[in-house]
């Protein structure tokens, strides 16, 4: 059982030639919000890793295709044994890292056990669990077994957490100096400015169009839309003003790509910390939001409301908005019923983004009409990465999760809002076990009504991908079917 490999719509328009146009620019210069805080998307969290180096640098066994789809990586075809335990993958041939050493069956033993080794890094550790063994049968060809089926095993080895790396790679250089596989051959990195990648010559597949991409880091909105009027910039995928977009819409010199992201903007509850541990605070505070006032005041408009952990142009997704929806008077007398009629005090540590930032003033006022006084401290990515993600000391705070169906997250009890529940660990466990579509399916809607009825989070809107380009840019995402900005099959129309 294995699947053809479909190219990309760039590959094509390579082959009919639509060369002569576009070639006159081979350059682009991208803006985007957030600097990583290191390049390996292996051993951090943080979205802007996986902006840089997702396809553009690494690849995995799998990849996700513009569509959200899940198209061969660098395993041309797999066979799946008919108890599904079994995964024999056949490796490309003739694949290079970026340092002219040959990519094989030995580097992708490395790079799973890694991943799921007891000390590992790895953020989304939980998507090797079910991984028994890994073996290299021959130089192309890696045999994985798992220690039960996995529904979505293919879905998870095409996160930018299972990409491959090399077997000597050391951890200072995977976080400064990353070597992968992709089209693009990291340049330079400087620090606070600006990321530069080069077209890599020896591609072992369709070549990039663009000889060198620039990713330029402009966290404030008014400079990025100033940016971007100058020329400074060709493109911000998501560009964080969306007041502006109108205005780029009116002006032939852009085009303005709206699309959806997996990305579920959450204020994130530490379900750890008192008062915020009893399920009535949370319930209070959920009824405390007005989403679309928030959507309307932060977004512009652009966001659809959610009620649960689950992106709502996923097929299984339940509207379960209602449970949560805006009733101050619900909310004070549920804190009366918690036993603080008068309310209580707690921090509430926003990241740069501007949806958190805007977001964050809209939410703490809402707060403070039922009583809820907010300490709000604002917090660079690298400071909210070690306070909030990793030292759990927050109370509240408010980011958007842009990696693929992670609804498994809460199944872990210590991962940053901390939310501990047998019940749904089981569930999620049955998940991993499941391989049957319409029984994957009843017990996705069941996991998003558990975490909606305990309101481990107060759920916001999903994050619209709102971009703007130059208008003779062609083969940017329009949708964001990951973390990602593929620069892959991107190119100039002139």
Do not use: C
């Amino acid at each position: 059982m294995f699947q053809k490999f479909r190219p990309l719509v760039a590959a094509s328009m390579l082959a009919l030639g639509a060369g002569a146009a576009w070639a006159q620019r081979t350059t682009i210069t991208v803006g985007d919000q957030l600097e990583p805080p290191h390049l390996d998307p292996t051993g951090g969290a943080a979205a802007a890793i996986d902006n840089v180096v997702y396809s553009n640098i690494y690849e995995g066994l799998t990849r996700f295709a513009a569509d959200g789809s899940v198209i061969p990586g660098l395993a041309e075809r797999w066979d799946i044994s008919e108890d599904g335990l079994g995964y024999t993958f056949y490796l490309r041939q003739g694949v290079k890292f970026h340092d002219g050493s040959d990519m094989n069956a030995a580097d992708v033993v490395f790079s799973l056990d890694r991943a799921r080794a007891e000390d590992s890094t790895n953020a989304q550790k939980g998507l090797f669990a079910a991984i028994a063994s890994v073996e290299a049968l021959d130089e192309l060809t890696v045999q994985v077994t798992l220690s039960q089926p996995t529904g979505a095993f293919l879905f998870n080895m095409a996160w930018g957490d299972a990409v491959i790396l090399p077997e000597e790679a050391t951890e200072d250089q995977l976080k400064t100096a990353p070597n992968g596989t992709g089209a693009f051959v990291f340049g330079n990195w400087v620090q606070g400015d600006q990321i530069t990648l080069n077209r890599n010559p020896n591609y072992w597949g369709t070549p990039a169009m663009l000889e060198s991409a620039t990713i330029k880091y402009i966290s404030d909105p008014s400079a990025a839309y100033a940016a971007l009027m100058a020329g400074d910039i060709d493109a911000f995928p998501v560009f964080p003003a969306p007041e502006n977009l109108a205005q780029f819409a009116a002006d032939p010199r852009f085009s303005v790509i709206v699309g959806s992201t997996e990305g579920e903007t959450i204020l994130a509850m530490n379900n750890a910390q008192p008062p915020l541990d009893n399920v009535l605070v949370r319930e209070a505070i959920a009824h405390a939001i007005d989403r679309q006032a928030i959507i309307d005041g932060a977004m512009f408009g652009y966001g659809t409301p959610i009620g649960t952990h689950f992106a709502p142009h996923n097929p299984d997704y339940v509207d379960l908005t209602g449970m949560s929806n805006y009733d101050p008077e619900r909310a004070r007398a549920l804190l009366a019923e918690a036993g603080l009629p008068d309310g209580f005090t707690t921090t509430l540590k926003l990241p740069p983004p501007s949806y958190a930032r805007r977001g964050g003033e809209i939410i703490a006022s809402q707060l403070r009409e039922v009583g809820i006084q907010t300490e709000i401290t604002n917090l660079e990515w690298a400071q909210w990465l070690e306070e909030v993600f990793n030292g759990k000391d927050f109370g509240l705070t408010i980011v958007s999760h842009t990696e693929p169906m992670d609804i498994g997250i809460y199944a872990n009890p210590d991962y940053y809002f901390q939310y501990d529940n047998p019940d749904f660990q089981a569930l999620m466990e049955t998940l991993n076990a499941t391989t049957d579509p319409a029984k994957r399916s009843a017990i996705l809607q069941q996991a998003q009504e558990i975490i909606a009825a305990d309101y481990v989070n107060g759920y916001l809107f999903q994050l619209a991908k709102t971009g703007v380009a130059d208008a003779r840019i062609r083969g940017l995402w329009e949708n964001a079917p990951t973390q990602a900005i593929d620069l892959t099959g991107v190119y100039w129309e002139e």
